[in-house]
């Protein structure tokens, strides 16, 4: 149950203000279609993120659990940083003609390819060692986060200070590094 609450709890923080975030208000906005962008969201995260978990459940696999811990702890650390910079959509553009939920799914799934959640996808599957649960709980994140952008994008933009979301997020990083630095240094 930690990997699917941990996985979760981090993912969802990370997200506020991500561009995938800004991605889903964009095409909120755009297409006024709430349920099929949330079905197209889930079909992108499951597969991104399914993909990411694997390969992190890998290198738990085949990495010693010391080195993976400390790797682990510099990466969640960077991460936390990462997190304080604001994120910017650069290009929501998509090819309407296709629906919001087949746009949808195309564009998250682009949008994921390297981004700080599908990297945290892969260190959190690398600490927990299981697909399942770290992708249940890191694509059920990924919905609570960009369904707040779906459903309330506007009126919660008015009222929820993003900085404040971004030091929320860095602070679950910055902890989950430190847990991961003691288990490397007390492993």
């Known amino acids: 149950m930690e990997s699917i609450l941990g996985s979760f709890l981090l993912v969802a923080a990370s997200e ?3 561009k995938t975030q800004l991605l889903a208000f964009s095409l909120a906005t755009r297409f006024r279609k709430p349920w099929p962008i949330m079905a197209g969201i889930l079909v992108a ?3 991104n993120h399914g993909l990411a978990s694997s390969l992190g459940a890998w290198i738990s696999a085949n990495v010693p659990a010391r080195m993976l811990a400390g790797v682990l702890a510099l990466t969640f650390l960077l991460f936390g940083l990462w ?3 604001p994120d910017s959509l650069e290009a929501s553009k998509g090819p309407e003609r296709f629906g919001a939920f087949l746009t949808t799914t195309v564009l998250f ?3 994921e390819m390297g981004d700080k959640t599908q990297l945290a996808t892969v260190a959190l599957a690398a600490r927990y060692g299981d697909v399942i649960r ?3 709980g890191t694509t059920l994140g990924m919905l609570a986060a960009d369904g707040l952008a779906v459903f309330l994008g506007e009126k ?3 009222r929820v200070s993003s900085a404040r979301i971004r030091w929320a997020a860095a602070g679950l990083f910055f902890l989950f590094g430190l847990i991961s630095a003691w288990a490397a240094i007390a492993g």
């Open 83 to 85: 997190t304080l910079r």
């Open 16 to 18: 506020m203000g991500d």
């Open 156 to 158: 919660l933009a008015a």
């Open 134 to 136: 770290v992708t249940m």
């Open 109 to 111: 799934f682009l949008a």
């Open 45 to 47: 995260t499951l597969a």
